[in-house]
Nanobody
């Protein structure tokens, strides 16, 4: 059975920090494109950050670049999202995901169609 399980969400004040974790089971995370996505109420799911399996490059949405950092620990089969300087607009359910990506020209792993396995999500609420 393959699965991704997120943890680390919660309530934080604006300007605060959280670190999300996502542990994979049933497969090796090393060989897959990995990413973090989020969905706020009434909005579509959007890519936050990801690491391409083709060139190992990290990508970030413009809204989080400079504040969030994605990482992976292959030994622990776990990916992380360090979130700093959080803003109320960051409030959403955060999902980790893995997949095979795409060879389409100019594809970036922030696009949801490149992912095929998703966690259940963890809620991040940024509020004073």
């Amino acid at each position: 059975q393959v699965a991704l399980v997120e943890s680390g969400g919660g309530l934080v004040q604006p300007g605060g920090s959280l670190r999300l974790s996502c542990t994979a089971s049933g497969f090796n995370l090393d060989y897959y494109e990995i990413g973090w996505f989020r969905q706020a109420p009434g909005k579509e799911r959007e890519g936050v950050s990801c690491i391409s399996r083709f060139d190992d490059r990290s990508h970030y949405a413009d809204s989080v670049e400079g504040r969030f950092t994605i990482s992976r620990d292959n030994a622990k089969n776990t990916m992380y999202l360090q979130m700093n300087s959080l803003e109320p607009e960051d409030t959403a359910v955060y999902y980790c995901a893995t997949g095979g990506g795409s060879l389409v020209r100019d594809y970036i792993c922030l696009q949801t169609y490149g992912m095929d396995l998703w966690g259940k999500g963890t809620l991040v609420t940024v509020s004073s």
